[in-house]
């Protein structure tokens, strides 16, 4: 959860740089676009892997491939997000002051709710019993010993096992 909240900072940071090139007579100079695509491509790397890997890891065994869905179906939702986002902005013929002010509001919106996120983490972490993840047998969470579902791919893997730590 911490990097979440990471990434959410960095996506506000973006918006922010959109806003700090915008006084420059109606054209954002290329620095503000590169801060812009630095910032969400850092908040990027925030959020898909270590998400990805949280689909999987805490997950029950039998849910694994809906919750990587669920994961996706979430992605789905913020590209719907982003046309909202850019309806919002008036598209073309917009005054600058419109735009600005719907990139301000996102920026804010996403700064705080990084912040919150900053602050539950250590609450959330707590939940998560992360370390319960480790190979002993007696963690709950530890998984089977078998590398995949017997056939499920065509191949018998009832005699392979994952190797011990």
């Known amino acids: 959860p911490f990097k979440f909240g990471i990434g959410l900072i960095l996506v506000g940071a973006?918006?922010?740089?959109?806003?700090?090139?915008?006084?420059t007579q109606g054209l954002t100079p290329a620095l503000f676009v590169i801060l812009l695509y630095a910032f969400h491509s850092?908040?990027?790397?925030?959020?898909s892997p270590i998400g990805l890997s949280s689909m999987t890891r805490l997950?029950?065994?039998s849910m694994t491939g809906l919750m990587m869905g669920t994961w996706f179906l979430a992605t789905a939702a913020g590209n719907f997000l982003a046309g909202l986002i850019a309806q919002a902005t008036g598209g073309?013929?917009?005054?600058?002051?419109q735009v600005l002010e719907v990139y301000g509001r996102i920026g804010w919106f996403a700064m705080g709710i990084g912040v919150v996120v900053?602050?539950?983490?250590?609450?959330?972490?707590?939940l998560m019993h992360l370390d319960t993840m480790g190979a002993a047998d007696e963690h709950a969470l530890a998984g089977d010993a078998a590398i995949?579902?017997?056939a499920a791919a065509g191949v018998d893997t009832t005699d392979e096992q994952k190797p011990r730590r």
């Open 148 to 150: 995949g579902e017997p």
């Open 14 to 23: 973006g918006f922010f740089a959109l806003i700090l090139g915008a006084p």
């Open 59 to 61: 997950s029950v065994k």
């Open 42 to 47: 850092a908040a990027e790397l925030c959020f």
């Open 92 to 97: 073309e013929g917009a005054g600058s002051a």
């Open 118 to 126: 900053l602050l539950v983490a250590p609450f959330v972490n707590k």
